[in-house]
């Protein structure tokens, strides 16, 4: 984020506490940060305020809101401004405790507690850049068990402009909600008796899943990978070895069996993985050794974090693992790395790399030693020169067995989202003491390199659908042509002709002139079919087709030549 709008969006927070105070002044102003789109400040004792008159409000105090002014002063007389306000208080004191200083920072007449971080010239903020958006329930410090609060939501840009262009990215953004869409497509659907955040695929949503999952397989199975299957869950123990227990124990779900032993639902494949690995002796002549299997994960994600398909409890992960010698992973990750461009250039994706490193001050966190770490992040840093890519570094984003390559992209309407990942780990292969026999007879640590294209295939899925606006090329799409008959003495000619784009294994929907032609093409566009052809009187007698896309484009066709048009489509991946 452009620190000048995070400190602009900041100090429009003091903008917004200072309107409420002049409002409503009952009201007991909390915290107010800069977030991603704008900024928000959570009060007590606000019920129901007018957004309109605030940011009317706002907008004329701005005008004598020239800088900030900042004093340090001392816990006594921090607390004697705030007396009345038990928020500033707990914040006071600890600030106290943490022996940090106490700052105040004032514009116009508002005085508040914070640390800084504003406008140096108020005076250069667009008073048309910002808008109050929205109230929301907020507890106290984010805990249930405290008071819940009034949040108020503000957007913030540098200019209107900019403004202007947000809200139109957004309102495009909600008529392509991938819940909106998968409802509208009847891909997937939640049950209040299965659980939150447990999707359940229709026939059309598994196919599609089948389909991505079946891509993300062939480019693998062109480099070798072999599939392996697991089971869902394992002994404690497992995780114990793998360190995943001390780091997330609290996020996973637990079974106790009747003999007293304590199973998990996995949380991560890698560990059973390791195991599939570990079931022999290896000489170095068979490494590498490349597992794939596409399977669930289990995660006890809390209840109000979980969002459609982009944050569920059950993940599908399209998971890899190669077991190799370390002589052999630039090797193996370049293959890796020209899957990932592969799959995701067929979208439209265009991929950036991200450095996902470890903190060296905070070693603590992360298994192994500053020296494996150091390795490993080298071959990471190497690879995306040898691509030609420079990355930007993230330190401290790492898995906490090893550096990842994070793979960045913009959708259509230009936000960012990190997708694939290559991760480096030579700590797990340690852990469970995985070797194999080198050229001189003797045990040699390997190396383990975690791979998951899609990753999640409900997150990727959650993306795809918004990036496309749930129009799927047409080898993806579930149905890829609908065969509607204009009336009933014209179904028996559709049906021969659907039956011979089935023996083709083109996916058909056959749309039977129950209803009217209209209502059926309105259907057609709302489940955003590829293609569809209207069969009549004129199609019978001549044996040719205007084929319609969803685009509004047409082409007369003869049947050979449609056959010819779709498959060749669907085999290239157009």
Not at 71 to 98: M, W
Not at 312 to 339: L, N, P, S
Not at 366 to 378: F, I, K, M, N, V
Request: charged residues 30%.
């Amino acid at each position: 984020m452009d620190d000048s709008l995070t400190k602009q969006r900041h100090s429009l927070a003091h903008l917004l506490a200072a309107a409420v105070k002049e409002l409503y002044p009952e009201a007991l102003p909390s915290i107010g940060p800069a977030i991603d789109n704008g900024f928000y400040y959570d009060f007590d004792n606000l019920k129901e305020p007018d957004l309109a008159k605030l940011e009317t409000t706002m907008r004329k105090l701005l005008i004598n809101w020239t800088a900030f002014s900042g004093q340090e002063v001392d816990a006594a007389e921090a607390k004697k401004l705030f007396a009345n306000n038990p928020y500033k208080l707990e914040l006071i004191d600890e600030i106290e405790t943490k022996g940090e200083k106490i700052t105040l920072y004032t514009s116009g007449e508002f005085t508040d507690l914070c640390r800084g971080g504003h406008s140096d010239n108020l005076s250069n903020i667009d008073p048309e850049s910002f808008r109050l958006e929205r109230l929301a329930g907020a507890y106290w410090r984010g805990d249930e068990k405290n008071k819940m609060l009034t949040r108020i939501y503000g957007l913030a840009f540098n200019s209107q402009q900019e403004l202007t262009d947000y809200l139109t990215m957004r309102e495009e953004a909600e008529k392509r909600d991938h819940r909106k869409l998968g409802k509208e497509m009847d891909l997937f659907t939640f049950s209040d008796l299965v659980g939150g955040g447990l999707p359940l695929w229709t026939p059309t949503g598994t196919l599609l899943r089948d389909l991505l999952d079946g891509f993300v397989w062939s480019l693998r199975s062109m480099r070798d990978y072999e599939r392996v299957d697991i089971p869902h869950l394992a002994k404690k123990e497992l995780y114990e070895t793998s360190g995943h227990w001390d780091k997330f124990k609290d996020e996973l779900f637990k079974i106790n069996t009747r003999e007293g032993h304590l199973f998990v639902l996995k949380p991560m494949n890698c560990p059973h993985h390791t195991q599939i690995y570990d079931r022999k002796g290896w000489s170095y002549r068979e490494l590498p050794q490349r597992y794939a299997t596409t399977t669930k994960v289990y995660r006890d994600e809390q209840s109000g974090e979980l969002s459609g398909l982009t944050r569920v409890r059950a993940i599908t992960q399209d998971d890899a693992h190669v077991f190799c010698r370390q002589t052999q992973v630039k090797e193996e990750m370049t293959k890796i790395w020209d899957i990932i461009m592969e799959f995701y250039g067929v979208f439209g994706f265009k991929l950036s790399p991200r450095l996902s490193l470890h903190d060296p001050t905070n070693m603590e966190s992360y298994l192994g030693s500053a020296d494996t770490w150091r390795q490993s992040e080298q071959e990471l840093r190497e690879l995306v020169t040898e691509k030609g890519f420079t990355a930007p570094e993230a330190v401290g984003e790492a898995a906490f067995y090893g550096p990842k390559i994070d793979f960045m992209s913009s959708d259509s309407l230009g936000r960012t989202w990190q997708v694939a990942t290559i991760q480096l780990d030579m700590n797990m292969p340690e852990r469970f003491d995985l070797t194999c026999t080198n050229e001189e007879g003797k045990k040699e640590r390997i190396v383990m390199i975690h791979a998951a294209i899609m990753g999640s295939i409900e997150r990727f899925l959650a993306v795809l659908i918004e990036h496309l606006g749930g129009q799927f090329p047409l080898w993806l799409s579930p149905k890829q042509i609908a065969v509607l008959p204009v009336a009933n003495n014209h179904q028996s000619y559709a049906d021969e002709v659907a039956t011979k784009l089935k023996l083709e294994n083109v996916r058909v929907e056959m749309l039977p002139a129950d209803d009217t032609l209209g209502k059926r093409i309105r259907e057609v566009k709302t489940k955003k079919y590829p293609y569809f052809i209207v069969i009549g009187d004129k199609e019978k007698d001549s044996a040719t087709f205007t084929l319609e896309s969803r685009s509004g484009d047409k082409a007369v066709l003869s049947l050979p030549d449609l056959l010819t048009k779709l498959t060749t489509e669907i085999k290239n991946r157009v």
